[in-house]
């Protein structure tokens, strides 16, 4: 929050008198105070761009573009110390503003002048590395900096418009292809941070309109549990705009991670190959990042509903060990993973969810030795615990590590990717269960965090290795697919990528047009494919039900969708409509349309 009281209504004034004032200062309080992040950011991937260029630049060049970065983010980092001694008042609003929409756009030039200073024609892997590296410091900068639009534009224009010219330039198919795509990303990422900042301005015109009615309240000695009530309320609307927006933030996403898998397809250069699954995993982990968000969303507007059953812990704890043996063998780290014989009654997803996060946890912050998960019997109950030989937390640290984007003020912990949200989400998660979080942690030395689990008492049924589903990589050969989406870019990326995998595919915005483009095709679809929202108030489920009626009921459907309202899959399925999440990753989509048409598993 500011540390500046001056910018409150005088009594006497009407309360909404100052409020746009109010908000915008709420807003450049923001980007001070993520500031760390970003500068954290940006010096990351400018020493990233500099390990992998070394040696195909001149050193001098490389040398002379970090320099400026480092000169850039040490004024930024004296504008930011200079804010936690004196914060700001309302009369210096208008200059740390235009400071730091300064700060942003020529940040965002020195990016963009990696477009000429580091674009290697006809060297695929560093043009790549470089594209992926540049517009993934972008992706990361829309909640960081989304919160003052003028200040997310002064930063991605400069930073992405350089790298489109630059492939149009370079003149070849693949380029122009990339180019387009790029496009696509930019638009969805302004629309994206658009998106984002009008809702934070609602939910803090929400939050300040509440927070004056309070203070009205309480200075009239009038019922104070109302002011309680009504802060509840506006605590409450910060989480509605990661839900609105999840729709918006996955569409471009999921349209991204089309084009890349058509491109995989059309590009045989094993180089460019792996380039392109490269991309493919950063697009998985930017998911990953703003499923953290969108999750702290669910949980507390309540759309997570626990659903009980008796399960072991053996196939829990086998996933965890498969996932994490990987990361934990490269830091030269011993993961062992031990109980999982023992049967609890809990919600078998939001379970395991809680004990990964708390393991990624435990990995990334131990340096050395080992990462121990445990589940026995105490007391009548399932005892789990998660123990690492870690830096361990000073116990003055102990109950903030749990606050939303708190992370340590040490090497250790500054240095993560992650936002410091995994353990507000165990915290969240443990508390809709009913769990009581327990940590142990002694600085230096290691932490040990648990919570107890109701015991079960079904039996649990085993198959065998002979009865597990083989993924199916579905022969759409002489299939009709109808793709309906209201966005573009993903309809043409669902052309493409279908297209290659034998498919003849119609696409619409709407699904008006459908019936008449089948009876001009002369053939029945295969499958429809449909968006939730389509605007005109229409959704999916209704569009392929008037399809389905005016065709044949017996059409299969998916629904594909980037929105996360609460039993929005249910209804999905009880209308015989297969639902998938935005983004869908290729393989994914292959797997589910082979299933939902029932191919044959031969078919490879």
């Not at 009281?5 to 200062?25: C, E, R, V």
């Not at 669902?494 to 019936?515: E, F, H, I, Q, R």
Request: neutral net charge; hydrophobic residues 50%.
């Amino acid at each position: 929050m500011m540390q500046a009281q001056t910018a409150q209504p005088s009594p006497g004034k009407p309360p909404n008198s100052n409020l746009d004032a109010l908000i915008h200062a709420e807003q450049i309080d923001m980007l001070h105070r993520q500031s760390p992040i970003s500068m954290i950011g940006n010096m990351t991937g400018a020493l990233v761009l500099a390990g992998v260029f070394i040696g195909e630049r001149p050193l001098w060049l490389i040398a002379g573009w970090v320099a400026c970065m480092t000169a850039l983010q040490a004024s930024r980092l004296v504008l930011y110390a200079r804010y936690r001694k004196r914060g700001f008042v309302q009369s210096n609003i208008r200059r740390a503003t235009v400071m730091w929409v300064t700060g942003a756009g020529v940040t965002g030039v020195v990016w963009g002048a990696t477009a000429l200073l580091f674009f290697i024609s006809g060297q695929h892997v560093y043009q790549a590395v470089l594209t992926v590296l540049v517009f993934g410091i972008t992706a990361s900068a829309i909640p960081l900096i989304g919160s003052y639009i003028p200040s997310f534009y002064m930063f991605v224009f400069p930073a992405l418009l350089p790298f489109i010219a630059r492939n149009v330039f370079e003149g070849t198919a693949p380029h122009l292809v990339l180019s387009m795509i790029e496009a696509a990303v930019m638009v969805g990422f302004a629309s994206f941070a658009h998106n984002y900042n009008r809702m934070l301005i609602e939910s803090l015109r929400n939050r300040l309109e509440k927070q004056a009615l309070a203070d009205r309240l309480a200075a009239q000695n009038v019922d104070l549990e109302q002011a309680r009530v009504a802060a509840e309320q506006a605590d409450r609307s910060k989480t509605q705009f990661f839900a609105a927006a999840s729709h918006d933030l996955r569409q471009p996403l999921h349209a991204m991670g089309l084009f890349a898998a058509a491109l995989t397809q059309k590009v045989r250069d094993p180089e460019v190959t792996g380039v392109v699954s490269s991309i493919n995993a950063s697009v998985q982990a930017l998911e990953a990042l703003f499923n953290e968000l969108l999750d702290i969303s669910k949980i507390d507007s309540g759309a997570i509903k626990p659903n009980l059953a008796h399960f072991a812990l053996e196939e829990v704890f086998a996933r965890l060990q498969t996932e994490f043996a990987a990361e934990a063998a490269a830091k030269g780290l011993r993961l062992s993973v031990s109980g999982g014989q023992h049967i609890v009654s809990s919600d078998p997803v939001l379970l395991e969810r809680i004990i990964r996060n708390l393991v990624s946890n435990a990995i990334r912050y131990t340096p050395a030795g080992e990462v121990t998960v445990t589940a026995a019997p105490a007391d009548g109950v399932v005892r789990i615990e998660v123990r690492d030989t870690g830096i361990g937390i000073r116990e003055e640290d102990q109950q903030r590590i749990f606050e939303e984007f708190f992370q340590l003020a040490n090497p250790g912990r500054t240095s993560s990717k992650g936002l410091g949200l995994g353990l507000s989400i165990v915290q969240r998660l443990c508390g809709l269960l009913g769990y009581a979080v327990r940590l142990t942690s002694e600085y230096g030395k290691g932490s040990v965090f648990g919570f107890d689990v109701p015991p079960g008492a079904a039996r649990v049924e085993r198959r065998d290795a002979a009865d597990a589903v083989v993924p199916v990589q579905a022969d759409l050969g002489g299939k009709l697919i109808v793709v309906i989406d209201d966005e573009p870019a993903i309809v043409e990326g669902m052309k493409v990528l279908l297209s290659g995998w034998g498919a003849d595919v119609l696409g619409s915005a709407t699904g008006n047009d459908v019936v008449a483009a089948v009876h001009e095709a002369g053939r029945m679809p295969d499958l429809l494919i449909v968006d939730h929202q389509l605007g005109a108030g229409e959704n999916g489920i209704e569009v392929a039900q008037r399809i389905r009626q005016a065709l044949d009921p017996e059409i299969p459907a998916m629904l594909v969708t980037g929105s996360i309202t609460p039993d929005l899959a249910e209804r999905a399925r009880a209308m015989g409509l297969e639902f998938l999440l935005k983004p869908v990753i290729a393989d994914d989509l292959r797997r589910h349309i082979g299933a939902v048409l029932k191919l044959d598993p031969s078919h490879r």
